[in-house]
C-alpha cells in the first residue's frame, strides 16, 4: 500500500495514546443544541456554530470506523487552508480554540457544490474521468478531445458544480443550476471565480510541498448583508484529492496511477468481509489498518502543512475540548 510521505511517522507510544483518546462522540453541555454529522458533531446557537471533528470514519453511508487523530488532522488542516485563503475570500471561522474545535459564523449556506478538477481522473458516477468514458466532452466550459489518458493534466481547472440536495447530489451545467433556481446567476459567477482563485492558491501550495492538487470541493454560504463566505471545510484529505508530484510524470507515461493518499484500502477490507450495505452490524476493522490510515493522515498534514502534528496527550481529549468550549458557552 503506497503511502503520501516516507517519514513522520507516529511513535507507538503516540499511536497507542491515540487509540486510547479516540474521539467517537461528544456531549457538551451549554454550548447549544447539538446536530449529529456523519463525521463532526455541531452545536448550533444563535449566531455561531460549534464544528467539533470526531474520529468517526464515514463509508458506504455509515460509520465504519474510528480513526485516531483524524478529527484534528481534518480540522487543523482547514484551519491551516482558511488562513492561507482569507485574502481571496472570508470565511466563517471566528476561532480555533482546540484542534478538534472551529467557532463559526452561521450563515445561509447555497445549495451548490463548487467542485473544482485540474486532471481527469475519478472513479465515481460524477467523477470527470467516468463521464468522459460515457461520451461526455464539455466540462465547464472545456471541450475536451476522444483519447485522452486517464489521470491527465487538463488545459485549465474547470468549475464543474453539483446541486446539493437530499436525495443525491446532481452534477448540472451553470445554465441549469440558475434555471432550476440552485442559485441566482450573479452570485454563481462570483462562486465560480471565486473557487477557481481558491484553488490556484491550493496548487501553488500544495506544489510547494511536492503535492499536487488534483481537485476538490467548496462549499460557500451568504451572510445577512449577503456577503459571500467560504464555509464547511477547505483542502482537506477527505475534500480533496492529492498526488505525489514526483513521480506523477514517471507513473502517467508508464500507465500506472499516480502515488496518491489512499484510503480506499479500509473501505476494501470491509466489501470483502461483509456486506456493508446491509448488515446491520459491521466486524471491527482490524488494528493495523486503523493505524496506518492514522498514520497517513497525518503524514499528509505534515507534508501539505510543514507544520509537525502536536496534540497536548496530557489530559483526555474530552476533557481538554470541554476547557477550551469554556469562553464559548451560552
Request: with cysteine.
Amino acid at each position: 500500500m503506497t503511502a503520501c510521505g516516507d517519514s513522520n511517522t507516529l511513535r507507538k507510544s503516540d499511536s497507542q495514546a491515540a487509540k486510547m483518546d479516540m474521539i467517537r462522540e461528544t456531549h457538551f453541555d451549554n454550548i447549544g443544541s447539538l446536530k449529529v454529522g456523519k463525521v463532526r458533531d455541531i452545536y448550533v446557537q444563535p449566531e455561531r456554530l460549534i464544528l467539533v471533528a470526531t474520529d468517526r470514519h464515514s463509508s458506504f453511508d455509515r460509520i465504519i470506523a474510528h480513526i485516531p487523530d483524524k478529527g484534528a488532522v481534518l480540522n487543523l488542516s482547514s484551519a491551516f487552508w482558511f488562513r492561507q485563503t482569507a485574502d481571496i475570500v472570508p470565511n466563517h471561522v471566528i476561532a480555533v480554540p482546540d484542534p478538534n474545535i472551529t467557532v463559526a459564523r452561521r450563515v445561509t449556506p447555497l445549495a451548490v457544490e463548487a467542485v473544482v478538477r485540474g486532471y481527469l481522473t475519478g472513479t465515481t458516477s460524477t467523477a470527470i474521468w467516468t463521464r468522459y468514458q460515457n461520451g461526455e466532452r464539455d466540462f465547464g466550459g472545456l471541450t475536451l478531445p476522444g483519447g485522452l489518458q486517464k489521470n491527465s493534466k487538463l488545459s485549465h481547472p474547470i468549475f464543474d458544480p453539483t446541486t446539493k440536495e437530499d436525495a443525491h447530489d446532481r452534477t448540472l451545467s451553470i445554465e441549469a443550476l440558475v434555471a432550476e433556481g440552485f442559485i441566482a446567476a450573479d452570485l454563481l459567477t462570483k462562486v465560480r471565480d471565486t473557487a477557481l482563485a481558491l484553488f490556484a492558491r491550493g496548487q501553488q501550495i500544495a506544489a510547494q510541498h511536492g503535492l499536487i492538487l488534483v481537485d476538490t470541493k467548496y462549499e460557500f454560504g451568504v451572510d445577512k448583508d449577503g456577503t459571500l463566505l467560504l464555509i464547511d471545510e477547505i483542502h482537506t484529505p477527505d475534500s480533496s484529492r492529492y498526488w505525489q508530484a514526483a513521480s506523477y510524470a514517471a507513473r502517467l507515461a508508464a500507465g500506472e496511477e499516480p502515488d496518491y493518499f489512499d484510503k480506499e484500502f479500509l473501505r476494501l477490507w470491509f466489501r470483502d468481509h461483509c456486506d456493508p450495505y446491509k448488515d446491520a452490524v459491521l466486524p471491527e476493522a482490524p488494528a493495523e489498518l486503523v493505524t496506518e490510515l492514522s498514520r497517513r493522515y497525518i503524514a499528509l498534514y505534515q507534508q501539505l502543512t510543514g507544520e509537525a502534528f502536536v496534540l497536548d496527550r496530557s489530559v483526555p481529549p474530552l476533557e481538554r475540548m470541554a476547557q477550551a468550549l469554556k469562553p464559548f458557552e451560552h
